[in-house]
């Protein structure tokens, strides 16, 4: 079979990758920086989000999908999309569910 795909196409230069590496790190000193900031009820959904990027990010580049046909990244993101919906309904549950005494 022939390789449908430029091994160059689908390759980010070192610098590349240093940018991103930094992106993360940053990103990641911003989350530690927040956990030890009084936030209140602000802390968890502000970590979430970072935690988001950084996962878009990580699943873009280092595997690639940036670079992979649109249908493969829309299905992605929709199951993606459905999981979070579940995770966020499970923990709604959990949370105000009567039925289950607070500890």
Known sequence: MEN???????????KQ??????L?????????????????ALLVPILL?????????VVAYFMHLRFEHRLLSQIFT??????????LALVALFIYDPSISNR
């Open 24 to 40: 993360l790190t940053i990103i990641t000193i911003v989350e530690l920086i927040a956990s030890y900031v009084a936030l209140g």
């Open 17 to 22: 990758y240093l940018k991103i590496g930094a």
């Open 4 to 14: 449908t795909h430029s091994s160059d196409a689908n390759h980010l230069s070192i």
């Open 49 to 57: 989000i970072l935690s988001a990027i950084k996962f878009v990010i």
């Open 78 to 87: 929709f199951a993606f999309v459905l999981a979070l919906c579940i995770l």
